[in-house]
């Protein structure tokens, strides 16, 4: 018992329950909450971008080699393209056999497209050109302050390629990156401390602010859009995952304590820190997860995959306005490449979705309104998909490497509160350490 | 006489002089003179964000104990919050007494608001979540590249705190950071020399652009301020200093190279460094001087409290409005709240003025315009009790903490010239000074640097 409460995925699941009864009891007192949600997130993100740089650079200064360091780009790539299409397809075929949006007849001439005029206007903006030179940043440190995680890779790639092609004439370098990831992932092991009080208010926000309301009256697309990540999830990853020769619920249970926070937060980033030490200590190639799993935050986002085409399918429904095959690959082909985009620039997929409906032309772009109100419900399956997915996709590519050990992580996965109880006991501060001798 | 040359404060002093005499006799060459005011600001202020980091991770990885950190937080932020509230009352209670405004019979109606349009619209401050939560900074490099103090701070901390708990592997990272400390303190060593042309620069220019005469129409309420402004630091501090055990006159003589450059520049940042390694060699304790001091210019502010009341009770004067008792203790209860958020702003002082205004509300908030002649005069003689206040905060909280070595504060404050001295010998830049020799790449990261590195 005991233990159970000292387990950070115990307190995160009690943390969301309390939250979501405040929320719906006390609906004004859970949207006032909300500071403590957004305190956790910012508390993550202000440190994901070092993070992101140390991680990567050790990753690839430890491959040797630029060779194999472009193999598993490659790689990760060619994986990334097969989930996030699959998704989008699942996406349309769920839009098209469950018609979440049918018989709703809105007319889009009486809906306020001011509240989402920010989203079309952004939607506009990146051409392929555009996007590729957007990921060389204009000025390095400008790139960290910025938060830009896609500058950030291509940074950290380029050092951690100059590092290994150094040699023995940079261990110094090298050492001090290690040591600042250390010093990093020790920070965010004392920010986890307040992982719980983060997903409460949050939770306690999500509630209160949108209720069970808003549940029920777009119901249908909420249901559909669940289903369909399970069934993504459970199907498609779950078979993925067994190709590398572990089970998927296994591999679940192992998550848990990320996809509460996931869950609680409904950002997935605020749990990127913490999956890629567990992918590590699973028993994926470092360059793998150090590399591939900062990559795939941009790239392999199969649950936003899975909500673009469903969304862009029901807002077509509910205006009905008639859409055909024809239309409907266009929609899948110009997704395929704006959903890629949607990663450099934030607020993500509403605004790819904007994109999307004005490049199409005859779906209404004002049909968006209908989404912003359950945009925040949608984002947490939304999240946890895309989690779920860079989780598995960073198995599979470790695998394809033949640098999965499979023997351990078998090991890891039928043993997860041992690995939790060790994790907790590793990331304890203890407020009687010693003082360290550098400084008497 | 060489010896006085070689004195920072007697040079300082002299510049501050020789700016004023300037900036009087011809007043547009003394206005010209503001970049090199502006300059010297600059130079200091571009290194406060990494001076504030490496002082307060190198503090607290020696503390080492994250409920240590939150104790000195705790009664730095007490003692902080009794000092301020001294500050406010104080204010107001003079400008009861003294009633410097009575008599002006200003029309507020009359008065050009546009010259105020900007900080009545700022003054619309932030709620205490947002507050809270831009303590968190968005990003960690955008906190130092925006030098927000309080973003750096908090990640200073949560770095010390880390590096403590990783104790052995922690070591050659705490090295570093402190290698890098006593660089950017010898880079400040090198701007100080230019302080007295900062000091002059910027003194020209407020005496030549406000003139001596500007101080004379609003006398009654300079003379006011800078007289509690006195009393408060002889008195309040004074009192609080002795229980200490130290003398405040000899402190103030200790920290006189600040209070000029203070004096000069009226920017009480442009001191920060300097009076964070003053504090340390009186004997303060590392991580009490590194938390307190720029913890303590965000919310200790102790000249902006006393005139925050005595100008809003000034302004109700010259505009001839009633404020009945009840109001008086809702102007302090608002401003206990604004003065602190007033740091996460700049421009400070008067944008919490104006915030606390328009929360009063009968008070007319276009009497902030009577004021703006005058404010760089009003603000030397705030930033050189911010100054102190936040150098009798670092003495007290050590103090408290059990952490003051009173033996060698006292011999150090006895021995102001010699200390002066040998900081002017350590801080001297030698323009012939070899070269450093790489050592053999064998002992890099050796024991060579100094610093005891136990494995």
């Known amino acids: 018992m005991r233990r159970l409460a000292r387990s ?15 929320g719906l009891f006390r609906p004004a007192l859970g949207s006032a909450l909300q500071p403590l949600g957004d305190g956790f997130i910012r508390l993550v993100r202000m440190i994901i971008a070092p993070i992101i740089f140390t991680t990567v650079v050790t990753a690839i200064a430890k491959v040797g080699g630029r060779r194999k360091l472009g193999r598993v780009a490659w790689k990760a790539i060619v994986t990334f393209e097969i989930l996030t299409t699959i998704a989008l397809l699942l996406g349309v075929v769920a839009g098209k056999v469950l018609a979440p949006g049918a018989g709703m007849n809105v007319d889009p001439r009486h809906l306020d497209a001011r509240a989402i005029a920010g989203y079309t206007t952004a939607g506009k903006a990146l051409t392929a050109s555009e996007f590729l030179l957007g990921i060389i940043p204009r000025d390095v440190v400008d790139a960290f302050a910025k938060d830009d995680v896609l500058q950030v890779i291509f940074f950290s790639v380029l050092f951690g390629v100059a590092l290994a092609l150094l040699r023995d004439g940079a261990t110094a370098v090298v050492a001090f990156v290690e040591d600042l990831s250390a010093l990093l992932f020790r920070i965010m092991a004392m920010v986890m401390r307040v992982a719980p009080l983060g997903v409460f208010g949050a939770v306690a926000f999500t509630t209160g602010k949108f209720g069970l309301g808003t549940l029920v009256a777009l119901g249908e697309l909420i249901a559909a859009f669940y289903l369909a990540c399970a069934l993504f999830i459970l199907v498609v990853l779950g078979v993925t995952l067994r190709f590398a020769g572990l089970g998927l619920f ?3 249970r192992y998550l848990r304590q990320e996809i509460l926070i996931t869950l609680g937060t409904s950002s997935s980033e605020s749990a990127l820190p913490l999956l890629m030490e567990k992918l590590a200590r699973l028993g994926c190639s470092r360059p793998v997860v150090g590399f591939a799993t900062p990559l795939g935050y941009s790239f392999n986002l199969t649950g936003t995959a899975i909500y673009l085409t469903l969304a862009s399918v029901f807002i077509a429904q509910a205006t009905s306005t008639p859409i055909g095959v024809g239309k409907g690959l266009e929609i899948f082909a110009i997704l395929m490449v704006t959903s890629k985009t949607a990663a450099a620039v934030t607020g993500g997929g509403f605004i790819a979705l904007a994109a999307t409906l004005t490049a199409v032309g005859n779906v209404p772009v004002a049909g968006l309104t209908l989404l912003l109100g359950i945009d925040r419900i949608m984002s947490e399956a939304r999240a946890l998909t895309n989690l779920i997915g860079n989780g598995v996709a960073a198995v599979a590519v470790s695998r394809w490497e033949g640098e999965l050990d499979l023997a351990r992580a078998r090991a890891v996965l039928s043993n997860v509160a041992a690995v939790e109880a060790e994790e907790l006991e590793a990331g304890r501060i203890d407020p009687k350490a010693a003082v360290p001798a550098v400084l008497h | 006489m060489k010896r006085l040359a070689h004195s920072l404060y007697a040079q300082v002093l002299i510049a501050v002089l020789a700016g004023a005499i300037l900036g009087q006799l011809d007043p547009s060459l003394g206005t010209a003179m503001r970049p090199l005011g502006e300059g010297f600001i600059k130079l200091v202020k571009m290194l406060i964000a990494p001076i504030v980091f490496t002082t307060v991770v190198t503090g607290i990885a020696k503390m080492g104990d994250l409920r240590k950190v939150g104790r000195v937080g705790l ?80 990640f200073s901390v949560l770095c010390g705190v880390a590096l403590a708990a990783l104790r052995d592997d922690g070591v050659r990272l705490l090295h570093l950071i402190d290698e890098f400390s006593h660089v950017l303190f010898r880079i400040i060593a090198i701007i100080m020399r230019v302080a007295p042309l900062g000091a002059f620069g910027a003194m020209a220019f407020t005496v030549g652009k406000y003139g001596i005469a500007t101080l004379l129409s609003l006398g009654k309420l300079m003379a006011a301020f800078y007289a509690t402004s006195a009393l408060f630091v002889l008195i309040v501090l004074g009192g609080v200093l002795r229980w200490t055990g130290l003398g405040m006159f000899r402190f103030l003589r200790y920290i006189r190279e600040e209070i000029f450059i203070v004096l000069g520049t009226s920017s009480s940042e442009s001191a920060l460094p300097l009076l964070m390694s003053k504090m340390e060699r009186l004997g303060c304790s590392k991580p009490v001087v590194g938390l307190v001091v720029p913890m303590g210019y965000s919310f200790n502010l102790d000249g902006t409290s006393i005139y925050l009341t005595l100008a809003t009770l000034f302004i109700a004067q010259a505009t001839n409005t009633p404020v009945s008792f009840g109001q008086e203790l809702e102007i302090l209860g608002v401003l206990l709240l604004t003065s602190k958020g007033a740091a996460a702003v700049t421009g400070g002082g008067f944008i919490t003025l104006a915030a606390t205004l328009s929360a009063v509300g009968n008070i007319p908030v276009a009497g902030l315009t ?52 040998e900081e002017y010998a350590a801080g001297r830049v030698e323009p012939d000074a070899t070269v450093p020799t790489l050592p053999p790449a064998a002992t890099v990261g050796g024991s060579s640097t100094g610093i005891a590195h136990r494995p």
């Open chain 2, 370 to 421: 009577l004021l703006l002649g005058v404010d760089r005069f009003m603000s030397e003689a705030r930033a050189i009790t911010n100054l102190i206040g936040n150098g009798v905060a670092s003495v007290v909280v050590s103090k408290w903490e059990r952490e003051l070595d009173v033996e060698r504060a006292r011999a150090v404050l006895a021995n102001v010239t010699a200390v002066e001295a």
């Open chain 1, 8 to 22: 950070l995925w115990v307190q995160v699941l009690a943390a969301a329950v309390l939250g979501a009864a405040v």
């Open chain 2, 75 to 154: 009664k730095a932020i007490v003692y902080f919050e009794v000092l301020t509230t001294l500050a406010l009352a104080i204010g107001l209670a003079v400008g009861k007494v003294v009633r410097p405004g009575a008599g002006m019979n200003v029309n507020a109606a009359t008065l050009d608001k546009s010259a105020i349009a900007s900080y009545t619209t700022a003054g619309h401050s932030m709620s205490t979540a947002d507050f809270l939560l831009n303590i968190i900074p968005k990003d960690v490099v955008d906190a130092f590249a925006r030098g927000d103090i309080l973003q750096v701070l908090f």
């Open chain 1, 250 to 252: 296994r591999f679940l």
